[in-house]
């Protein structure tokens, strides 16, 4: 059985940084394609960023020059850097990985980790 732990969300100052990071634990041959989503109160979920095995990314555009998303192959991680929050980032930010061949693929996601941009 695999379980997701994300963990870092917390309350920041409007401009501060926060790492988030998201580890994958249990029965794992294979990590896919990573990535991170977001939900504000009251609004759906919004795509924030993924990565792929290899290393390529694509992020949202209202996070794209501000977000880094990256991974540890080896520890079944994925990590999201965040600097120059705005107020408009909080949300409860979730983690997801992709597990499996081709024919069994995955997803799995975490429980959340809320941010609040503050001050």
């Known amino acids: 059985q695999v379980q997701l732990v994300e963990s870092g969300g917390g309350l920041v100052q409007p401009g501060g940084p926060l790492r988030l990071s998201c580890a994958a634990s249990g029965s794992i041959f294979s990590a896919n394609a990573m990535g991170w989503s977001r939900q504000a109160p009251g609004k759906g979920r919004e795509k924030v960023a993924s990565?792929?095995?290899?290393?390529?990314?694509i992020y949202a555009d209202s996070v794209k020059g501000r977000f880094t998303i990256s991974r540890d192959n080896a520890k079944n991680t994925v990590y999201l850097q965040m600097n120059s929050l705005r107020p408009e980032d909080t949300a409860v930010y979730y983690c997801k990985i992709n597990i499996g061949g081709t024919l069994l693929a995955t997803d799995y996601w975490g429980k959340g980790t809320l941010v609040t941009v503050s001050s």
């Open positions: 990565i792929a095995k290899g290393g390529m990314t």
